[in-house]
């Protein structure tokens, strides 16, 4: 009866910390949809809006790993990271209201000059969004480690994070899809973005709600930390916990000290880069190329078909026909880009079947051919069914690159010469593991920082996704050996994607069309197709250790 009581109380436990992940990927798939076109409405040049998107993963990478480990440091009575948590989650609230409302704001503070004023609010307003939901998505999985800290309970919390994280998407990109203009209370509050983003504060609210019923230290046994982080660790006995209320010497200290640790990292990987064996370097390009392509599909797809297909305009009057255009080919590309998700989910339930009948060979390269065959169709045709079509079936391309890459790595690790390499290489001097997300070393410390770039959460999780893989008793070895190798295929997939961002909106500004966005996105699946043909294959053994199919 006792141990009856205990697994209902640590299933609601868990129900509760994941419905708080599932809130914030609701948000943030909804972000995926609006950011772009609510940016353009602003008055903000295309390359300017495109390179807005990439602030966010720069940040999540200098500031997650400080707030990290002000949070291992944290002693208080409501536990180390729920404080946290509930701060970040403040900031998250304060930019979903601010971002609907930025030009009856800007009215306010500005009425000389409510352009840029407005883009301005609008672009800070989504970096607090996107990082505050990034950096609490970071401490509620540190926070899962700590409450469930035994290894089958543990693998258990990840599956189900994994789903709702995966669930919290799928509503995230159906939201938008659906007109709400009519809605009496959509009129009163100012329209579609503005009653969509009041449903998404109120439903991130009461998931946030559900969190005071957790007591962090009921569950926390043993010490767990995140981003071990030396100097802040020594600094923490005379310095406030926070980063951001150190004071100014403390602080240059640790300014200091960050930017030494940088210059080490940089030195460190650019050895270790260069004596890297040639299988990793051929799968680290391949990924490369593939999430680049990728990214640049579902980041600028609601632009695409706001202003391609529907030929609208989103700087217009909104109530002229362009507008109400663009407005109708963004509620379409919402529509495709939850297809995508729900097939992404849907495919990682049958991954491991697949590559036991066809091999990993064949389900990589078919992932990004398909991905190929998608973006040249999406480049040339005018057919809104067709695109749509297409952009569901990259949720298969999706599902394959979050999840073979990593079974190949670690199948490359039973090969004695890349073996004898990875455990050949020294650890590195400095923190650099802050600077890769979501991996544990041997002795329990979890290092955690910013996944795929802050929009497609994605998309980021699906059950059979990389914590599942991490989390299992019978791969986690393995993958833990992986060493610097694992970590530069993580570091690719999660911030090399930041070159689209960065550059699409200048060549879309130069061609005058946003259909560079997908023949943008064609050329790399080329690349990413070229170099997946030069991937070793060969070492994959069916019923390996190792092999994806055998996580359960």
Known sequence: MVVKKWFQCQMWKLLLVNTLSCGLEVCMAAGTVYIPPLLLQAGMEERYMTMMLAVTPVLGLIFIPMIGSASDSWRGRFGRRMPFIWILSLGVLLGLQIIPQARRLTLLISPQHPHWVQAGMQAAAVCLVEFCAQACL???????????????ENRKAFSVNSLMTSLGGCLGFLLPSVDWSQVPIAVYLGGQEAFVYTLLTLLFFGCLLSTTCIKEEAGVRGERKILVHPPLKSLGSRCCPFPFLLRPRCLRDVLCRRAAEGLSMLHHLYAVCTHVPQVIWRLFVA???SWMALMSVMLFFADFMGEGLYQGVPGADPESQERKHYDEGVRMASLALFLQCAVSVLCSTLM?????LLGAKVVYT??????????TVMSVTDSVMMVTVMAAVTGYTLCVLQVLPYTLLCLYHSDRKVSSYLHSVQP?????????PNLKDGSGVSFVAQPIPGFIAQPSQPPQSFHSLLNSTETADCFLNCGHAFKMLLFSSAYLQLLPAMCLGSIVQLTNSVRAYMACACCFSLLALLFARRVVYSHIIPHAKCSVFLIQ
């Open 428 to 436: 590195c001097p400095t923190n650099a593991s802050s600077f890769f």
């Open 138 to 152: 970071t401490l509620l999985l540190a926070l899962l480690s700590d409450l469930f800290p035994g290894e089958e």
């Open 352 to 356: 491991d079947r697949w590559v036991a």
């Open 366 to 375: 078919s992932g990004v051919a398909l991905l190929l065959l998608a973006t």
């Open 287 to 289: 990924e490369v190329c």
